[in-house]
């Protein structure tokens, strides 16, 4: 184009007459029964393959390595006083529920509720002796495990405490408790 000449390069194209978006729509989604065969609505597939893994292993609690966890002998002396509080009715259960198992936490509860139903009855005292953690000895047997052994004292009585700590969600949780 040289001068400002107009120069036509071939005969004029008449456009196709505009089309409303619910044609566009039933036409591309016939594009798409046509190549793929099949009719109805289609959904690609996606990345992910669901069929080897649960629900549980996706979304429940995730194991924990015992580099990411916090120093289990003065976690297991603090839950354990925690837990001990709660069953002498001193503390709520709910307090406790994120750092024990469900199974552990049941027994707790349990506990707690017997010992405020004694106290509302009047066969319980109700001012309860403190929970003194005297020592604590762990052991871990596996990579974010810990197995403590706890003494504690409550005023008159010295007590064997033992804990199963499990690494979970970047946290310890009590996986069992057992006291002597």
């Not at 456009?15 to 029964?33: C, F, G, K, N, T």
């Not at 837990?83 to 259960?93: C, K, Q, S």
């Amino acid at each position: 184009m040289s001068g400002g000449t107009l120069r036509v390069v071939g005969p004029p194209r008449a456009l196709p007459p505009p089309i409303s978006l619910e044609e566009a729509v039933r036409r591309s989604r016939e594009a798409l029964e046509a190549r793929e065969g099949r009719a109805g609505y289609v959904q690609d597939a996606l990345a992910v393959d669901f069929a080897e893994a649960s629900d549980e292993q996706l979304f429940g609690p995730q194991r924990t390595i015992r580099a990411d966890l916090p120093d289990p002998t003065v976690w297991a002396g603090r839950i354990t006083r925690a837990l001990l509080e709660v069953m002498t009715g001193v503390r709520p259960a709910p307090q406790v529920v994120r750092w024990t198992t469900p199974e552990v936490y049941a027994v707790v509860a349990r506990r707690s509720a017997l010992v405020a139903r004694r106290v509302a009855e009047g066969n319980a005292p109700r001012r309860r002796p403190r929970v003194t953690v005297v020592r604590v000895r762990v052991c871990e047997p596996a990579d974010g495990v810990a197995e403590a052994a706890v003494v504690v004292h409550d005023g008159t009585t010295v007590r064997a405490v033992a804990v199963r700590l499990v690494g979970q969600d970047g946290k310890w949780r009590v996986s069992a408790l057992q006291i002597g």
